[in-house]
C-alpha cells in the first residue's frame, strides 16, 4: 500500500510538470535552430495543449517526458522509503538510484526532442554530446533530491530556521539554481553539437 502510494504521488507530481517540461524543452530546440523564440515556440505548445489537448497529452513528446518523471519520481520516493523503513539515512541511496534511472533515461528524451525538432533528422550524435547532456543530468539529480537534503541541514543550523522551514527553502533554491546556471549552457552546446557537426568549439562562443 505504502509502495503504490509513492508510485501513485510519483505519476500525479510527473503529470502536473510533465507539460512545462514538453513546451520549455520543444522552446529550446525551436530557439536553436531559429525556427521559433522561445515565448513564440512554448505560446503555440499552449495553444496545441488547450485547443487539441488529446493530440497533446497522446502525443510522442508528453507521453515520453511523463513516463521519465514517473520513473524517476517513483524511484526516488520508493528508495526513500524502503530506507526510512530500514532506519537508513537516504541520501546516498537515493541519488544513485535516481541518477542510475534518470540520466540514460533523460538523455534517450534529449535525443528524441533534439531529432524531432532539430535542423537534421538522421544526424549522428557525437559521444561529446551525450557527456554533455549526462552531465547536466548529474547536477539535477544532485540539486534535485540530494543537496536540498545536506544544505537544509546547514540552513537550519546556522539560522535557527525550522527543519521544515529550512528544507523547503533549500528545495526551492538548490533546484533552481542548478536549473539557471549549469543547465542551459551544458545542454545548448549539446544541441549545437548535433544541428552544427562542423563547426569547432571556439566558433559556436
Request: aromatic share 10%; with cysteine.
Given at each position: ?51 487539441r489537448p488529446g493530440s ?98 546547514r540552513i537550519a543550523s ?48
Amino acid at each position: 500500500r505504502i509502495f503504490g502510494a509513492d508510485i501513485l504521488a510519483a505519476a500525479v507530481t510527473s503529470f502536473v510538470i510533465s507539460p512545462v517540461v514538453v513546451c520549455c524543452d520543444k522552446a529550446v530546440c525551436d530557439a536553436a535552430v531559429c525556427r521559433h523564440s522561445m515565448l513564440e515556440s512554448i505560446r503555440k505548445s499552449l495553444q496545441s495543449m488547450i485547443l487539441r489537448p488529446g493530440s497533446f497529452f497522446f502525443g510522442r513528446p508528453f507521453a515520453l517526458v511523463f513516463g521519465i518523471y514517473t520513473l524517476t519520481y517513483g524511484t526516488s520516493n520508493l528508495v526513500q522509503t524502503l530506507c526510512k523503513q530500514r532506519g537508513r539515512d537516504a541520501a546516498l541511496p537515493a541519488f544513485v538510484a535516481t541518477a542510475a534511472v534518470n540520466i540514460p533515461s533523460s538523455v534517450f528524451q534529449d535525443r528524441c526532442f533534439t531529432r524531432w525538432y532539430g535542423l537534421a533528422r538522421t544526424g549522428r550524435f557525437h559521444l561529446l554530446t551525450y557527456s554533455l547532456w549526462a552531465m547536466r543530468d548529474m547536477a539535477t539529480v544532485l540539486g534535485s533530491f540530494t543537496l536540498p537534503g545536506l544544505l537544509a541541514t546547514r540552513i537550519a543550523s546556522s539560522t535557527g530556521a525550522t527543519p521544515r522551514r529550512a528544507r523547503e527553502g533549500a528545495q526551492l533554491l538548490v533546484p533552481s539554481a542548478v536549473a539557471v546556471f549549469v543547465h542551459p549552457p551544458l545542454h545548448l552546446l549539446a544541441i549545437d553539437l548535433y544541428n552544427r557537426p562542423t563547426l569547432s568549439l571556439a566558433e559556436r562562443f
